[in-house]
């Protein structure tokens, strides 16, 4: 591990809500800029997309976030996921997204050796990140509901899946990657070669900008408004995780947040402030974005170390930086950051 110290930031200009800063200025005036908002899967989303095939390209993946957020929702009665959770130990047939999705998140749980589980749904429930009715539940409703999770308890074959009695799923830390990266894939095939998807702050890139230069990126600040710094990247997926994306405070004066060590059945007692993934695979970038805030600094390093293929960039608790070589020549600290040493991480 090296340390590097930035020290002149003059001709950084502040990216401070989310990124995009000089995207609309610096196109030409030939590509069009088209773009869509909706409210889907418990965030904002926000789509802008280049080129005369993008119009309707964004239309249908308007229409592609509904029907997913239809087949993996934990509250509509419709969904497979809500059939799987109140199936009573029948296997539950899936739609070939939600097979794959949920393949994916098993394989990825016990590669994190458990950091990662999507059956952990009787906890997120119970702590009440569902329904927004924050409690703090006793130790012995703890440890009955742990005995209703692990991942290596499902059963996921004749594309259908078998969940024992009680048991149920929570894609919530995959779903929102999967869908970013399933969305590039088809703004590709219809022609589309650069455009930005912000899937409530999990960002999916296609392509460059209309210019041919990267995005900028600003990096949300875990500890106040604003970005820590700024990511320059181009056709890949930027995803960060966090305990400031939703918590409570509790009587006991302690901030809980929604992701949960399925280890103890608790908020994460993480180090890390947050957590950002950059890599091809914008479902692998959600999946390691959850599973490194939930290991902490040292053992998510050890996991970079051991697997590779994707760059992190991390804020701990004490407000240190840490990133991986390969991202190094793009991120450059805010002004309140920039005295501060940045740690960075070599294969
Ligand atoms: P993310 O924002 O991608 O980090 O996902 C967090 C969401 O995933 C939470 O709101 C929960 O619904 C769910 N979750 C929390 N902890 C875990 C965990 N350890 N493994 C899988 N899903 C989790
Ligand atoms: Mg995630």
Known sequence: ????????FSALTAAFSLFLSGCAGSQEASVQ???AELFAMGTYMNFTAYGE?????????????EEWESLWSVTDENSEIYAANHSNGRPVPLSTETENLLRFALEMSGQTQGALDPTIYPLVSAWGFIDQEYRIPSDEEIQELLS????????????????????????????????????????????????LLDIGGNIQMVGPKPDGTKWRLGIRNPFEDGS?????????????????????????????WHILDPATGRPAD??????????????????LSTAIFVMGLEEGIQYWETYGGFDMLLMTLDGEIYLTEGIEENFTPEEEFSGQTIHVMEA
Do not use: W
């Open 270 to 287: 993480s180090d890390l402030a947050s957590v950002t993934i950059i890599g091809d695979s914008g479902v692998l970038c959600d999946a």
């Open 33 to 35: 800029e088209h773009t």
């Open 53 to 65: 095939q993008a119009d309707a390209a964004l239309d249908e993946a308007v229409s592609y976030v």
């Open 228 to 256: 820590f710094g700024t990511l320059e990247a181009q056709d890949c997926a930027v995803v960060t995780s966090g305990g400031y994306e939703r918590y409570f405070t509790g009587e006991d004066g302690t901030t809980y």
């Open 148 to 195: 209703l999770t692990g991942y290596e308890k499902v059963t996921l074959e004749n594309h259908a899946v078998t969940l024992p009695e009680g048991m149920q799923l929570d894609l919530g830390a995959v779903g929102k990657g999967y869908t970013g990266e399933l969305l590039a894939d088809h703004l590709k095939e219809q022609g589309v070669t650069s455009a």
């Open 1 to 8: 591990m090296r340390n590097k110290r930035f020290l002149s």
